[in-house]
């Protein structure tokens, strides 16, 4: 029977076992997060930084460098070394075998004991003897038949000689192995062993050998402190050329990082900015270069700023002082126009020209002055919230006439619920009464098509057309001031020429977007693109720019 409390515990596990997941998962989340933000700061740091660059290119170089011929030195003193160790060890052990020779000539091989004291009495010899090749041990090994008898220095290292050393030296002559050989703790140690068979004046079935175990200590001591040595040598020569390279790089990119400061304060328009010339060398040529480059420059732009100051004064006030003889001879024409019925045919004809004309020098005077306030800078917005849906209907409806003097057939599509947005409603509406108005005078009778949509942030109207079109070259300029595609329609089609160009700056005004696309003979469509919020930043469009069908109606695909 399980009581309450010892029930509880595992009731708990399964709990305890997710909170666990839960905290490791939250755990790799974060270092995956650390991963990929420590990853993009040092992908931003070698993207914007030259100094990184340099540093970290000549950091690997030198490094690949140093380890390279680390290791050549490194080789070329171990094979030295070990050369040295194993001549002195082969001579001695050349030694000890004719020494060993005259002590066994004489052994009694029938009788053990005999055998046991000369091969204990050898090594022992042969160890009070020492050698040139430093610290070793010997052992000794007599063969009869399948009786094995040994004398050796230290009990532990005959068992460690390698099976195939055995072989090569019953097969006569002397060998040499490297092999691990335990020391007096029992840990495996590399050791230089070399063996040789004695000649005795025993019988046919009987062998002496010897063998040298010569310990590799002193030499894995030396080699591991110049191993260290070239590792901290290597270490500090590469940080030695980085700080060299890096030092070379700020001497040379320090300037430059200067003038693209100064550069950058130039374009934004502290135009006094200059360099300070320093020394007489390549990097103070460039900054008299660009000191002189930037004097140019101010006195270019300060001339410029002088004529369009003076031009946009000009237009001010040509345009304000024409506006008081308008009116008067607006007040003349009106009356001559409404008495038109009493005149002559030709007469009554010229009333009617000079009707027409006066309002159209009186539009031509408005879209002057508008100009002339964008560019004092004094144009401002009324904001207020609009519905964008009846707006384009009531441009639809107002364009209406004009449509059908033309020929041509004006829709509009949009979605069906309403869309309130914060814009300045009568600026928008010239905006759209100029587009339709291109649209209807070029587009050759064929319709003009008007869509409007909206998402979350943003709503757009495209005006398109399917009259001449436009190229790509007159795509880029047909925004600006006083420009037509077809001069030979200067006089028989449109206005001043200034309607797309103030339509382009109310557009900007709202931090809106003004775009056009065309194609020769495929007619042309422009996108408006306004924020439905008063201040907000447009990052796409509800609708395309270019049509998802760029042909003339009626021409098969």
């Not at 020494?99 to 004489?106: F, I, K, S």
């Not at 005959?158 to 092999?179: C, H, K, M, N, W």
Request: aromatic share 4%; with cysteine; charged share 20%.
């Amino acid at each position: 029977m399980v009581t309450p409390s010892a029930a509880a515990p595992r009731r708990g596990r399964p709990a305890d076992l997710s909170s666990l997941r839960r905290a490791l998962r939250r755990r790799a989340v974060r270092a995956r997060v650390l991963a990929r933000r420590t990853g993009g700061r040092a992908v931003h740091a070698w993207r914007s930084s030259l100094h990184v660059r340099i540093g970290a290119i000549t950091m690997l170089v030198a490094g690949t460098v140093v380890v390279i011929v680390s290791l050549v030195l490194f080789s070329q003193i171990r094979d030295q070394l070990l050369s040295v160790k194993r001549q002195a060890a082969v001579d001695q052990a050349q030694n000890g075998v004719l020494y060993a020779q005259t002590e066994v000539a004489g052994i009694a091989t029938g009788d053990a004991a005999s055998v046991r004291s000369t091969l204990d009495r050898t090594v022992k010899q042969l160890m009070e003897r020492g050698g040139p090749a430093g610290d070793f041990d010997v052992v000794m090994v007599h063969r009869s038949g399948d009786t094995e008898r040994s004398a050796t220095s230290r009990r532990y290292v005959y068992p460690a000689i390698p099976t195939e050393l055995r072989a090569d030296v019953a097969s006569g002559g002397q060998f040499s192995q490297y092999a691990l050989v335990p020391d007096a703790a029992n840990e495996p140690r590399p050791t230089l062993l070399i063996g040789a068979p004695v000649s005795s004046d025993a019988a046919a079935t009987e062998r002496i050998e010897l063998y040298y175990a010569f310990p590799l200590n002193q030499e894995e001591e030396s080699l591991s402190l110049i191993r260290s040595t070239v590792v901290i040598s290597g270490i500090a020569l590469t940080l030695f050329v980085v700080g060299i390279g890096v030092l070379v790089t700020r001497l040379v990119v320090d300037p430059v990082r200067r003038a693209a400061g100064t550069a950058q304060r130039l374009a934004e328009g502290q135009l006094e900015e200059r360099m300070t010339v320093r020394g007489e060398d390549d990097l103070a040529r460039l900054a008299t270069s660009f000191n002189a480059m930037a004097d140019s420059l101010q006195r270019q732009i300060t001339q410029l700023e002088g004529l369009s100051q003076l031009q946009q004064r000009f237009t001010s006030d040509v345009s304000h002082e024409l506006r008081t003889p308008l009116t008067t001879v607006q007040m003349a024409a009106e009356i001559l126009y409404e008495s038109r019925g009493d005149f002559p045919a030709h007469v009554a004809r010229s009333a009617e020209l000079l009707h027409t004309e006066l309002d159209r020098f009186e539009a031509l005077l408005t879209d002057l002055l508008e100009i002339s306030r964008y560019d004092a800078g004094v144009a401002v917005l009324d904001w207020e919230p609009t519905d964008l849906g009846a707006l384009v209907q009531r441009v639809a409806s107002g364009m209406s006439a004009l449509a059908q003097r033309h020929g041509c057939e004006l829709t509009v599509t949009g979605p069906g619920q309403e869309v309130i947005a914060e814009v300045d409603a009568r600026r928008v509406e010239r905006i759209l009464r100029n587009l339709v108005g291109n649209a209807i005078e070029h587009g050759a009778g064929k319709p003009v098509e008007i869509t409007w949509a909206a998402n979350r942030t943003a709503a757009a109207v495209t005006v398109r057309d399917h009259g001449v079109g436009l190229s790509s070259a007159e795509t880029q300029h047909v925004f600006d001031r006083f420009w037509r595609a077809d001069p030979s329609r200067v006089r028989t089609v449109g206005g001043s020429g200034l309607g797309l160009s103030i339509s382009l700056e109310d557009a900007r005004l709202h931090g809106g977007w003004l775009q056009v696309w065309g194609q020769p003979g495929a007619g042309a469509q422009f996108r408006l693109t306004l924020p439905l919020s008063a201040g907000s930043d447009l990052t796409s469009s509800p609708l395309p720019l270019r049509p998802a069908i760029a042909r003339r109606p009626g021409v098969a695909r």
